[in-house]
């Protein structure tokens, strides 16, 4: 069965300092999709990364990178130099080949950054 | 553009009664998402359709629960009768295709007493 793990439930940190959110799947399919979102105070999820499970390459976009590695199933988010905007809750996602649409989301981490 | 426009974004009522809630997805979009979160369950998917056409329906929890998308601009969420523990933010998210992403709208947060 497919699962997301976030353990971090809560995180603060001071401004500037760089954080990583945890995410650990499970899945029995050989190809997937994994998935970070972000939920600011407003409410509506706003989509990160997507990344398929053929491609283990790390990702940079600005201060955001994420580390995927297949060997033990994690998918984690580092954001560097943090800022108060970064403050949200974050999810980690996985969907499976079959039903690429359907997303199994992680419980989140809330972060929070101040200042 | 406009993104996904939910209303209403808060609703409170009493147990037993309808709710309806709606849901207008970004123009040209073909997937419509209904997800529902709680602190207990955390995000959870109800339904999606395709080109206004149910796609999987697994997680709507019971028959209280009903979603129809009449036309590609248009969908909504009904609950009959409603029930305490249907207390919840009700999201619509609908996407183009890309395999997980999803553009969410702000919610409707329903309290029923």
């Known amino acids: 069965a497919q699962k997301v793990t976030q353990a971090q439930t809560e995180i603060s940190v001071v401004e500037k300092e760089d954080v990583t959110l945890d995410c650990v799947y499970e899945t029995r399919d050989t190809t997937y999709y994994l998935f970070w979102y972000k939920q600011p105070p407003s409410g509506e999820l706003v989509f990160l990364i997507r990344?398929?499970?053929?491609?283990?390459q790390n990702e940079i976009s600005g201060r955001y990178s994420w580390n995927f590695q297949k060997s033990t199933s994690s998918f984690n988010f580092t954001i560097t130099a943090s800022q108060v905007v970064d403050s949200a809750v974050y999810f980690c996602?996985?969907?499976?080949?079959?039903?690429?649409?359907?997303?199994?989301f992680g419980t989140g981490t809330r972060l929070q950054v101040f200042p | 553009d406009a993104g996904v426009i939910q209303s209403p974004r808060h609703e409170v009522t009493e147990m037993g009664q309808e709710v309806t809630l709606r849901c207008k997805p970004i123009?040209?979009?073909?997937?419509l998402f209904w997800y529902r979160q709680t602190m207990m369950r955390g995000l959870e998917l109800l339904i999606y359709f395709n080109n206004n056409v149910p796609i999987d329906d697994s997680g709507m929890p019971e028959d209280r629960f009903s979603a129809k998308m009449p036309n590609a601009s248009f969908s909504t969420l009904k609950i009959q009768p409603s029930e305490p523990r249907d207390s919840a933010v009700y999201f619509c998210a609908s996407n183009l295709g890309l395999p997980g992403e999803l553009f969410f709208g702000e919610g409707s947060r329903l309290t029923v007493l």
């Open positions: 990344r398929n499970s053929f491609d283990e």
């Open positions: 996602a996985l969907s499976e080949a079959g039903n690429t649409d359907k997303l199994i």
């Open positions: 123009s040209g979009h073909d997937y």
